[in-house]
C-alpha cells in the first residue's frame, strides 16, 4: 500500500541519529510524532525540540501514532525491541518498520508477520550529536533497503529531504557493508589517534597535535577526491623507501603495545594499493613487517 507524501514517523530510541534526523524532516514538512527512549531526559529533550511530538511508553505506543517506526537503539536492542512490538492488526498494512543498524533485515520479521513493511535506512556519515550535524549530513549517502516498492520509494523521498544521496545494497550484504564503512568513520579516528599517542612522546599535546595533522587529513580526503584512491598514496612505503620503512618499524616496536603491529599491517595493505616499488625494497620492506608482525624486532635479523 502506499505511503502518504509525508507519513508519520516515529522513533525509537532518542541517541544522536535520531535527533539529527527528526529535526530535517520535521522542518521539511514531516509529521514526527512519537519517541519512546529508555531514557526519560532523552524522551523530554527529543520531544521539546519539536512540534506536536509525544513522549510514548514503548515501541508499540509509538507505533499507535506512526506510520513508519524507525527503531534507532543500538544493533544489539534491535532484535528484542521488534519482537516486543505490537502493531494494531487494522493499521498494520499501511505500516512500516525501519531500523538504522548493522543487523541484518531478517531482525524485523516479527513486524513483517503482523502486516507491516520493513526496512533499513543507513546514513553514511559519523554523528557528533551536535546541531551542526543537521548541515554537515548534506551530500552524504544513505544505505536504503525495502520490503516493498511503496516503502522503497518513501524511504528514498525521506533520503532527497536530508540532502542526501539513496544507495542500496544486496540482500545479505548489510553486515559486510556496515563492516567496510567503519574503516572511513570510527577506525579513521583510530589513525589520529595512534598519531596523538605517539606525537604525544615528543611532547605535544593532543590539541597541538591534531591542529597539525587535521589539515593533511582533509587535502588527503580532498585529493582522492580529485584523483582516486592511487593518485593520493604518498609516503615511504608508496615509494618504496625501504630503509626507511624498516628503521621506523624498529622504532615502533621498541616503544612497545601495538603501535609497530599496527604500521605494519597498514604498511602491508599499503604496499599492496601502491604502484609495484623495486623488487629489491619490496623484498626488504615486506622482510621486516613479517618480521614485527612474528614478533621479532627488524633489527634483529
Not at 509525508?6 to 514538512?29: D, E, K, M, N
Amino acid at each position: 500500500m502506499p505511503f502518504s507524501t509525508t507519513p508519520r514517523l516515529g522513533f525509537v530510541g532518542a541517541g544522536r541519529l535520531a535527533r539529527c534526523l527528526a529535526a530535517i524532516w520535521s522542518r521539511a514538512g514531516y509529521p514526527v510524532t512519537a519517541i519512546a527512549s529508555r531514557s526519560a531526559a532523552s524522551a523530554h529533550r527529543f520531544a521539546g525540540e519539536l512540534p506536536g511530538c509525544l513522549i510514548a511508553d514503548d515501541a508499540s505506543a509509538v507505533a499507535q501514532h506512526a506510520d513508519i517506526v524507525f527503531l534507532t537503539v543500538p544493533d544489539d536492542a534491535i532484535g528484542a525491541t521488534a519482537n516486543a512490538l505490537q502493531l494494531d492488526q487494522a493499521r498494520a498494512s499501511a505500516q512500516a518498520v525501519v531500523h538504522s543498524g548493522a543487523t541484518p533485515g531478517d531482525v524485523l520479521v516479527p513486524a513483517q508477520a503482523q502486516g507491516a513493511d520493513s526496512g533499513g535506512f543507513h546514513p553514511l556519515f559519523l554523528f557528533g550529536g551536535l546541531a551542526s550535524d543537521q548541515t554537515r549530513i548534506a551530500g552524504c549517502s544513505v544505505t536504503i533497503e525495502a520490503s516493498g516498492g511503496p516503502l522503497h520509494d518513501t524511504l528514498t523521498a525521506l533520503v532527497r529531504a536530508l540532502g542526501c544521496h539513496p544507495i542500496s545494497i544486496p540482500p545479505g550484504g548489510r553486515l559486510l557493508y556496515h563492516a567496510a564503512a567503519h574503516y572511513a568513520a570510527s577506525f579513521a579516528l583510530c589513525s589520529l589517534s595512534e598519531t596523538v599517542t605517539l606525537w604525544k612522546e615528543l611532547g605535544f599535546d593532543e590539541d597541538d597535535a591534531l591542529r597539525a595533522v587535521l589539515p593533511m587529513l582533509a587535502g588527503t580526503i580532498e585529493t582522492v577526491r580529485e584523483k582516486g584512491l592511487p593518485g593520493a598514496l604518498a609516503g615511504p612505503v608508496s615509494r618504496g623507501d625501504a630503509g626507511i620503512v624498516v628503521k621506523q618499524l624498529a622504532l615502533l616496536q621498541n616503544l612497545g603495545g601495538d603501535h609497530a603491529t599496527l604500521y605494519a599491517l597498514l604498511s602491508a595493505l599499503l604496499s599492496r594499493r601502491a604502484s609495484p616499488p623495486p623488487a629489491q625494497a619490496l623484498d626488504a620492506m615486506s622482510h621486516a613487517i613479517e618480521l614485527v608482525l612474528n614478533g621479532t624486532a627488524p633489527g634483529d635479523n
